[in-house]
């Protein structure tokens, strides 16, 4: 079925710690996943991806995880900014094209 | 650096009316979307377009919803009769291949009916 879903709808960090953010899907024949941020106003804006074959991939900051046997995604991100508040997005891409979006996980930083 | 570009940023209509929201997708993509976003809620699929055919479409998309590709560069979404459950942004997306490539994503236009 459609559902792609993450676990928590808020996440508040303090200035420099870690972040975490998880999301589950249910479509096991997914092969590629894409995070996005969106800010208040704006669009999406792609963060990182990461393809089935993969289980792990690394960016500036950010790193995706991705676990096929329980279905799980998830986004680290490191030193966190307040700059990083925003809403995140795991979409997972189907082979028509299509993003098929979660609820999102609002990222509040503490100064 | 290319965007996707969309306007009018803000509309208001009233009930019934059609409105036209427009978006002019990156040059050299072949693959353009509309999605919507319901205030507070998750990004939806609408519909996909490809080779100047619709590929795909949601439940959402019904017959009160088309979309064209005019020229080489515009990419509108119409809907003929708004009602209110309308309001929402709509994000117009584009992507150079259907597969394991990003998708870029306008600014997004706020559609308020009232």
């Known amino acids: 079925g459609e559902n792609v879903g993450l676990h928590l709808p808020t996440l508040s960090v303090q200035e420099g710690d870690n972040s975490i953010i998880n999301c589950a899907y249910s479509n096991s024949a997914s092969d590629y996943f894409i995070w996005y941020k969106q800010e208040s106003g704006k669009g999406p804006q792609f963060i990182i991806d990461?393809?089935?074959?993969?289980d792990k991939r690394q960016g500036q900051r950010v790193t995706v995880l991705l676990n096929k046997t329980v279905k799980h995604l998830s986004l680290q991100i490191a030193a966190t900014q307040p700059g990083d508040s925003a809403v995140y997005f795991c979409?997972?891409?189907?082979?028509?094209?299509?993003?098929?979006f979660g609820q999102g996980t609002t990222l509040q930083v503490k100064p | 650096e290319p965007e996707v570009t969309q306007t009018p940023s803000h509309q208001v209509t009233q009930m019934g009316q059609e409105v036209i929201l427009r978006c002019v997708p990156i040059s050299n993509h072949l693959y353009f979307y509309w999605y919507r976003q319901i205030l507070g809620q998750k990004v939806e699929f609408l519909v996909s377009?490809?080779?100047?055919?619709?590929?795909?479409k949601s439940e959402i998309f019904d017959d009160q919803f088309s979309v064209e590709r005019p020229d080489g560069s515009n990419f509108t979404l119409k809907i003929r009769s708004t009602k209110l459950e309308d309001s929402a942004m709509y994000f117009c997306?584009?992507?150079?291949?259907?597969?394991?490539?990003?998708?870029?994503f306008g600014q997004g236009t706020r559609l308020t009916v009232v």
């Open positions: 990461i393809r089935s074959n993969m």
């Open positions: 979409a997972e891409n189907r082979n028509t094209g299509k993003l098929i």
């Open positions: 377009f490809y080779n100047n055919e619709i590929s795909e």
């Open positions: 997306a584009s992507r150079p291949g259907q597969g394991d490539t990003e998708a870029f």
